[in-house]
């Protein structure tokens, strides 16, 4: 028993140092960022994709074609929708000057997945700033675009973030808390000069630089990947800024069920593997050591004899991220999860592990 339970000890220790790492080299940099906002005037084009949208572009449309910016445009892609999609956007042709739509006939063979319809649209943008996100998506404020360009005299992209609206229910929470975690890694890692994905909901980036890659050529036989695998693909440690203010928030609709969000998540989780390899590493040994020490400070409750040095290191790592994950949370407008972070913590591990083994089992037949 001894052995047994040196052994589990060695392995709390490991998994507090690991955490200790990543808190004070990725994540404290996000703790300290500070948003920089630098005047931005040059013509943008703002790109949606829909199938089958219409209550979503009704609802959050107006919203991007509403800016407080002096030239842009937005696109629509409609992808072969067969709701009233068609004839909503008639409608708002003709009352927004500003707004082009590009309708992808029933009869055209494509891909499964968007980036046929996104390439469509980037390739139809009269600037070479392009400005995405999704049909189900609403800007939270009408500084959106210029909040998000103001870094493009200096960088080539941007990755903004798009949380949760808040509801009522555990799920929102946990839906939350798991974007959360998302923000929390890609945010970091960019701070930190090794970026690897962003979101495809509010993400900016130079249009020449789709096309110096060929767009999605490397990976168009994969569904997803239109943010993180292009972003992983053209993503240096010196093009990349991030954007956090609040005016340049995009508010996504969550998911109201399990199985919804799960096919979400899986969806995402599909993708990774194409990562590159110190990405890999970063995104398992954080979940990873997060697991070992739950699991290792449990069984040394009950088995160790020195519960005050257990009690200890466990109150340093909880105090420890608590205490990182203050200003984030302020930041990133999710500071409600704060004080039940670490039972999400935890449970989040099950769910996540539920995820990968299921990962390898997932299809998909569309983008939707």
């Given at each position: ?28 940099r ?17 790109i949606?994709?829909?199938?089958d949208?219409?209550e ?37 042709e ?21 980036k046929?319809?996104?390439s ?41 973030i ?45 249009k ?13 036989h ?6 993180d ?11 990349v ?18 199985s ?23 995104l398992?040994l ?42 984030i ?30 990962s ?9």
């Open positions: 028993m001894s052995l047994f339970v040196d052994i589990l000890f060695v392995i709390f220790v490991f998994a507090i140092v690991t955490q200790l790492f990543y808190a004070l080299f990725f994540f404290i996000l703790s300290f960022y500070k948003e920089k906002l630098n005047p931005f005037n040059k013509g943008v084009s703002v949606l994709c829909a199938k949208e219409a979503m572009l009704s609802a959050n449309l107006p919203s991007f074609l509403e800016q407080d910016y002096p030239e842009y445009e937005v696109i629509v892609v409609d992808d072969k929708s067969v709701d009233g999609t068609k004839y909503l956007l008639k409608d708002l003709k009352k927004y000057f500003n707004l082009k739509v590009v309708t992808i006939d029933p009869h055209v063979i494509s891909r499964v997945g968007k046929f319809a996104l469509i649209g980037i390739k139809t943008a009269k600037y070479d700033y392009v400005l995405l996100s999704d049909a189900d998506c609403k800007a939270y404020s009408k500084n959106w675009i210029s909040k998000m360009t103001s870094s493009f005299e200096s960088k080539d992209i941007v990755l903004g798009s949380p949760y609206k808040k509801t009522k229910g555990v799920l929102n929470k946990f839906i939350r808390f798991d974007e959360f975690i998302v923000m929390l890694q890609y945010l970091s890692y960019a701070l930190a000069k090794i970026p690897y994905m962003g979101v495809g909901r509010n993400l900016a980036y130079k020449s630089l789709f096309f110096s890659v060929k767009g999605f050529a490397s990976h168009i994969i569904p997803s990947g239109d943010d695998l292009f972003i992983k693909e053209v993503a240096t440690k010196d093009n800024a991030i954007q956090i203010h609040k005016e340049a928030d995009v508010f996504s609709e969550p998911k109201t069920t399990f919804d969000w799960s096919y979400q998540r899986k969806r995402h989780i599909s993708t990774s593997k194409y990562y590159k390899m110190i990405h890999k590493r970063l398992f954080f979940p990873f050591s997060q697991f070992l020490f739950w699991f290792s400070s449990v069984l040394l409750f009950v088995f160790h004899q020195d519960l005050i040095v257990i009690s200890s290191l466990f109150a340093f790592r909880i105090v420890l991220y608590y205490s990182v994950y203050y200003p949370m302020k930041k990133l407008r999710q500071f409600d999860l704060f004080f039940i972070y670490p039972v999400m913590e935890f449970l989040s591990l099950f769910v996540q592990l539920f995820f990968v083994l299921l390898s089992r997932y299809k998909t037949n569309s983008w939707k």
